[in-house]
T-cell receptor, first 111, second 113 residues
Framework: EDQVTQSPEALRLQEGESSSLNCSYT??????LFWYRQDPGKGPEFLFT???AGEEKEKERLKATLTKKESFLHITAPKPEDSATYLCAVQANSNDYKLSFGAGTTVTVRA | DSGVTQTPKHLITATGQRVTLRCSPRSGDLSVYWYQQSLDQGLQFLIQYYNGEERAKGNILERFSAQQFPDLHSELNLSSLELGDSALYFC????????????FGQGTRLTVV
C-alpha cells in the first residue's frame, strides 16, 4: 500500500525565515507526486506535480523538488499569507488514479 | 475559485439518517473523485468516476454509494449515518483519468449528532 509521511507536523517561522518541508513516500511505481496547499475549512489548492527524480518546479516563494524516495517543498522568505497546511500526495502507476495523501505540515508565518 | 462546486456547504443530521452530497465538476473535466477528511484520518480517497463509470474504489463503506450522471455531476450518498461519519467531504475533478492537476471543491462539512 502507498505510504506518504510528511515532516515536520508543524512549523512556525518568522517572516523572511526560509525553511523546507519533507515528504517521504513509498509507492510501487510513481506516476506523480503532488503538492497542495489547504487553508482552514477550505478545499486543497493545487500547487505542483512532479513526475521524475531530479525534477524541480517553482511558484512565487515555493519550490518543489523530487528524489526517488522523497520530495521537498522549500519556502523562501515566507510571508504571513504563506501560512497554511501543505499536503503531499502520490499517485501510483497502476489502474486506479487515486491520490494517497500525507497528514500535512501546518506552516505558521509570523510577521 | 477552483471551478468545482459542492452543495450543501454544511449539513447537520441525526444518526441513522441518509444524506446526499452533490458535486459539479469543472467544465470539461470527465473525472470526479470523492475524498473524506477527518481530524484523525487525514484525506482519504473514497471513489472515482470517469465519464459516468466507476473507475476506482478506496476505503468506502458499504453504507456509502456514489454515481456520476450523464451531465457529469456526481452525488455521494451516505446512509445509516453514525457519529464517526462526521467529516469534511471533498469532491475533486480532473480532465483525464490520470488525476493530474485534480482541482478540489470547498467541501461539505457533515455533522452527525
Amino acid at each position: 500500500e502507498d505510504q506518504v509521511t510528511q515532516s515536520p507536523e508543524a512549523l512556525r517561522l518568522q517572516e523572511g525565515e526560509s525553511s523546507s518541508l519533507n515528504c517521504s513516500y513509498t509507492v510501487s511505481g510513481l506516476r506523480g507526486l503532488f503538492w497542495y496547499r489547504q487553508d482552514p475549512g477550505k478545499g486543497p489548492e493545487f500547487l505542483f506535480t512532479l513526475y521524475s527524480a531530479g525534477e524541480e518546479k517553482e511558484k512565487e516563494r515555493l519550490k518543489a523538488t523530487l528524489t526517488k524516495k522523497e520530495s521537498f517543498l522549500h519556502i523562501t522568505a515566507p510571508k504571513p499569507e504563506d501560512s497554511a497546511t501543505y499536503l503531499c500526495a502520490v499517485q501510483a502507476n497502476s489502474n486506479d488514479y487515486k491520490l494517497s495523501f500525507g497528514a500535512g505540515t501546518t506552516v505558521t508565518v509570523r510577521a | 475559485d477552483s471551478g468545482v462546486t459542492q452543495t450543501p456547504k454544511h449539513l447537520i443530521t441525526a444518526t441513522g439518517q441518509r444524506v446526499t452530497l452533490r458535486c459539479s465538476p469543472r467544465s470539461g473535466d470527465l473525472s470526479v473523485y470523492w475524498y473524506q477528511q477527518s481530524l484523525d484520518q487525514g484525506l482519504q480517497f473514497l471513489i472515482q468516476y470517469y465519464n459516468g463509470e466507476e473507475r476506482a474504489k478506496g476505503n468506502i463503506l458499504e453504507r456509502f454509494s456514489a454515481q456520476q450522471f450523464p451531465d457529469l455531476h456526481s452525488e455521494l450518498n451516505l446512509s445509516s449515518l453514525e457519529l464517526g461519519d462526521s467529516a469534511l467531504y471533498f469532491c475533486a475533478s480532473s480532465v483525464d483519468r490520470g488525476g493530474t492537476e485534480a482541482f478540489f471543491g470547498q467541501g461539505t462539512r457533515l455533522t452527525v449528532v
